[in-house]
């Protein structure tokens, strides 16, 4: 069973801090629900837990099981169990969606543990029929073109295959039309046991109608601000922030203001328009 | 097949081509082609040069005619339509080469030809095409250069193309040695479309310019140019991509994108997009995205446990992808897959 323990954590990017102290223990087999209003810092957190270059970590810990998550490039992350589903995955022209995730699963094992192409495509087929995605999935290009339904059902996908021990999913319920949310809190409860701990980060009450959760935690500001259990979330549903807002004394949850943020947009777009040259 | 005077590197997929025809030095050495391919003549008969647009191309082709020792013909009367690919392949190995290739499809006429060119030998290769495609004709051009010396390699071809005629051409350049290409497009007829694409890879000090030109003669044609590049050690990759409409050739659409990695600090890519548009009524644009690898596509491979040059080497072989594509033989896809991964 995996422990995933974060510590004091901040983070900032471009200089601006997103990230300021936030505190959470998850362990295998249990389930935890991050909400929170837009801005507040719950993708920087996840982001963060992955080793998202563009973020860095300026103080606090990350531990799996003992071992410093903060120390390990992307993939020895994804290789030790770590698992996020995205909130918008990157596109990928070019590379098809079996070689890659053929080459992802491979990554993990020897070289003579080796995937057989056979055993590989009955896996991926499968797969891909519990999840009720198109059966040219496999040949199409990483989520090029997809829906926004379609990517989300590509990370779940990703995650049946590779089987991590902590998997966080980022607003995986966004996008996806009543029938579809089904199928994927379906296929993820289906993976739950005394083993895997996720962490599902969510704006909908709903989501938790098709993969319970136990623990409830609220993101404000960078950090968590309040724990409790599914009645915090249901509150939450019925009246908004507000009242919570009011209980901490927060007047702006979002972690940046306005003009900062628009500093900090300006300043990218800029740097685009110049990589683009 | 006699296959002695065959490289090995080429046998594995060679061996495999449904209709093939074979010259090497100036000789065609082997021929097979199903019975539909009946419809179509050729022969290592020399004939003249067309009228050149430019003084360039007027000069490249005049030393061509000068020195050429290997030449094809190919012609496919009106309205033959070819459902299976005609594979060419040119075998240099001792000698230089100077090489003159001749096709033209007439009326409503359909081909795919792939051509091959694999020289392994420390002399300079020129080859030079003409190919015309008169009324509703359709072809499908893929070229592929598999250079394993590093001399120099000039590459001419001067496509002309006619009323609702249309091109698809590819160019694949594997080629170690001095590289310059140049493809011409007149687009002669209304409607008339093509669209040229084209991956350079270069390396250690190698320099590679690749032109296409594409020239709008008439009203409601459309020219579409891409250019695919990876650039490594401390080569030089060079494109230029021209899309040249002239005055009332109305409704006419001339569109070209330049996507190239850079790989170290000491690799060279660089992409001139030009629009010479003489005519208000047309649609026109281009885009070029030259740099690094994108970082957001690395994490995102690399978050599902791709090692970083696993995930570089996974997106860098996509490039190739749209050019896969276009190729039928598995055999002759795998060899392009090896040919890139030794390069890089
Ligand atoms: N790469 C980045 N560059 C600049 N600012 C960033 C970047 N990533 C996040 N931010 C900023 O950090 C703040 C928190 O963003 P984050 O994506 O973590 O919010 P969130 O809680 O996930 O919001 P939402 O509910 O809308 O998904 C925002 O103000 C955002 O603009
Ligand atoms: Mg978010």
New interface residues.
């Given amino acids: 069973m995996a422990t995933l323990i974060i510590k004091d954590l901040h983070a900032e990017v471009e200089g601006k801090e997103i990230l300021k102290g936030v505190n959470l223990t998850l362990n295998g087999g249990e389930t935890h629900a991050i909400m929170g209003p837009n801005g507040t810092g719950k993708s920087t957190l996840a982001s963060v837990i992955m080793g998202h270059p563009r973020f860095t970590v300026t103080k606090g810990s990350i531990t799996l099981d003992g071992e410093n998550v903060l120390e390990m490039e992307t993939d020895e992350r994804a290789r030790a169990g770590l698992f996020l589903a995205m909130q918008s995955p990157a596109e990928v022209p070019g590379v098809t969606n079996s070689d890659f995730i053929k080459t992802a699963m491979n990554a993990r094992l020897k070289d003579d543990e080796k995937l057989s192409l056979f055993k590989f495509i009955r896996a991926y087929d499968k797969a891909v029929q519990e999840l009720k995605m198109n059966e040219d999935l496999p040949h199409r290009y990483l989520n090029e073109g997809f829906s926004g339904g379609e990517k989300k059902r590509n990370e779940i996908l990703q995650m049946k295959m590779l089987k991590p021990k902590i998997a966080i999913l980022d607003e995986i319920d966004s996008g996806l039309d009543i029938d579809a949310l089904k199928i994927v809190g379906e296929n993820v409860t289906s993976m739950k046991g005394n083993d895997l701990g996720l962490l599902l980060i969510t704006h909908y009450q709903r989501l938790l109608d098709y993969i319970h959760a136990e623990h409830v935690h609220v993101m404000m500001k960078g950090q968590i601000v309040r724990s409790g259990g599914v009645e915090l979330m249901q509150k939450i549903d019925d009246q908004g922030y507000d009242w919570l807002k009011e209980e901490l004394g927060i007047d702006d949850e979002r972690v940046l203001h306005e003009e900062e943020e628009r500093i900090i947009l300006g300043s990218c777009a800029t740097k685009e328009a110049l990589e683009k040259k | 097949m006699n296959l002695t005077r065959i490289p090995k590197t080429l046998q594995p997929f060679i061996n495999t081509l449904p209709n093939v025809i074979i010259i090497e030095q100036g000789k065609i050495i082997h021929s097979q082609l199903s019975e539909s391919f009946e419809k179509l003549t050729f022969h290592d008969h020399v004939i003249g040069l067309p009228t050149m647009p430019t003084e360039e191309l007027e000069q490249m082709g005049k030393l061509n005619q000068s020195l050429m020792n290997s030449t094809l013909t190919l012609e496919l009367s009106t309205s033959a339509r070819l459902q299976e690919p005609l594979y060419v392949i040119y075998i240099s190995l001792d000698k230089d080469l100077t090489q003159r290739t001749t096709l033209h499809l007439n009326a409503s006429s359909q081909l795919t030809v792939i051509e091959y060119l694999y020289a392994a030998n420390d002399a300079t290769m020129h080859l030079f095409s003409d190919i015309k495609l008169s009324e509703f004709a359709q072809l499908n051009h893929i070229a592929i250069n598999h250079i394993t010396s590093s001399n120099a390699l000039t590459v001419n071809r001067l496509y002309d193309i006619k009323e609702g005629a249309q091109l698809d051409q590819a160019n694949v350049l594997f080629s170690n040695a001095l590289t310059h290409q140049a493809n011409h497009v007149l687009l002669n007829g209304r409607a008339a479309h093509a669209t040229s694409k084209t991956i350079g890879i270069a390396n250690k000090t190698q320099e590679m310019i690749i032109k296409t030109v594409i020239e709008h003669y008439a009203e409601q044609s459309e020219g579409y140019i891409e250019h695919y590049g990876i650039a490594s050690d401390q080569s030089t990759l060079m494109f230029e991509g021209v899309g040249k409409i002239h005055k009332n050739m109305r409704r006419s659409i001339a569109k070209q994108k330049n996507k190239g990695v850079v790989i170290g600090a000491n690799a060279r890519l660089d992409a001139n997009p030009l629009l010479l548009i003489d005519e208000y009524d047309v649609e026109a644009g281009h885009g ?2 030259i ?1 690094r690898i ?4 690395l ?10 040059p ?2 570089e080497r ?2 860098i ?6 050019f896969s594509a276009m190729i039928e033989s598995e055999p002759l896809k795998e060899t392009l897959q090896t040919l890139l991964n030794e390069k890089l």
């Fill in positions: 070029a995205a740099g994108d970082e957001l596509q994490y995102y491979l690399m978050s599902r446990g791709l090692s970083l696993e995930a996974l997106i072989n996509g490039f190739l992808a749209p």
